[in-house]
């Protein structure tokens, strides 16, 4: 059976905290683009350019249908979120007080009348899905990200690195690196870099609010609090686990195999 997830949530809150002091370095560096030739070239004026340069027709059609695409999907999206809420709003109405007080307590929300407990249960539940859906858009960067680093290397590295995993080291550097990438992705490493990122976000977030309102936030969370620096890192790892569980969420919707 193929193991997915090896790391807990409790190990995962841990390991944030050598992410917050340095100590632990970005597992998939950004690998800086190869310079084109073009890059090179000093712009010709337009006067120069050859007749088949100048339009650039199919370019321009393509961008245009590539803008429209992902307008659609946009569209398309918002519909789905707002179907989900209206839903949602029908169920939480059919609550009892007392539960959806429990709701809103459990996410760390403020207590209300009902109306504006359930719209902030709605707004919060949003915000979740959402972060599901920008994990699973990064996805397809991170597993580039990651080819590219194994292809980088060489055929010794690679069968280094396959010994280490306990693969077989024989075949096409492809192979071997599509080797290599299967296992990593199956030992759960794609889920820690992808909430490596989100938590770094977070993270940017938080520091950019102002310490009453990152005291106040720790309150409803029951985090204490200090410094500013100290309420950052503690709300952080409080945070870790929902961080964990939305990552996994997004990779269980697009299946265990996929990329």
């Known amino acids: 059976m193929k193991q997915v997830c090896t790391a807990s949530p409790s190990k995962f ?128 960067d991170v597993m580039i990200e990651k080819r590219q680093e194994f292809t980088s290397k060489t055929n010794n590295q690679l069968k280094e690195l396959l010994q280490a995993y306990a693969l077989q080291t024989g075949g096409t550097k492809p192979e071997r690196v599509e080797r290599l990438l299967s296992t990593w992705k199956e030992q759960g490493e794609l889920e820690k870099v992808l909430a490596g990122k989100a938590f770094k976000a977070r993270k940017a977030e938080l520091a950019g609010m102002d310490k009453n309102t990152l005291y106040q936030l720790c309150l409803k969370k029951g985090v204490d609090a200090l410094s500013k620096d100290v309420l950052v890192d503690r709300l952080l790892v409080h945070e870790s686990v929902e961080i964990w569980q939305e990552v996994v969420e997004a990779r269980r919707q697009m299946g265990k195999g996929g990329a």
């Open 13 to 140: 809150a841990a390991a944030l905290l050598d992410i917050l002091d340095g100590s632990v370095e970005d597992a998939l560096p950004i690998m800086a683009p190869t310079p084109t030739k073009a890059d090179g070239m000093k712009k010709r004026p337009a006067a120069a350019m050859a007749p088949d340069e100048e339009g650039t027709p199919k370019k321009k059609a393509k961008t245009t249908k590539t803008v429209k695409m992902a307008r659609a999907e946009s569209g398309k999206g918002k519909l789905v979120e707002q179907s989900v809420a209206k839903e949602r709003r029908k169920e939480l109405k059919s609550m009892k007080l007392a539960r959806i007080k429990g709701i809103v307590i459990q996410k760390g929300l403020d207590v209300g009348s009902k109306e504006k407990m359930i719209e902030l249960i709605i707004a919060e539940e949003s915000r979740s899905r959402a972060n599901i859906i920008r994990h699973k858009s990064n996805v397809r």
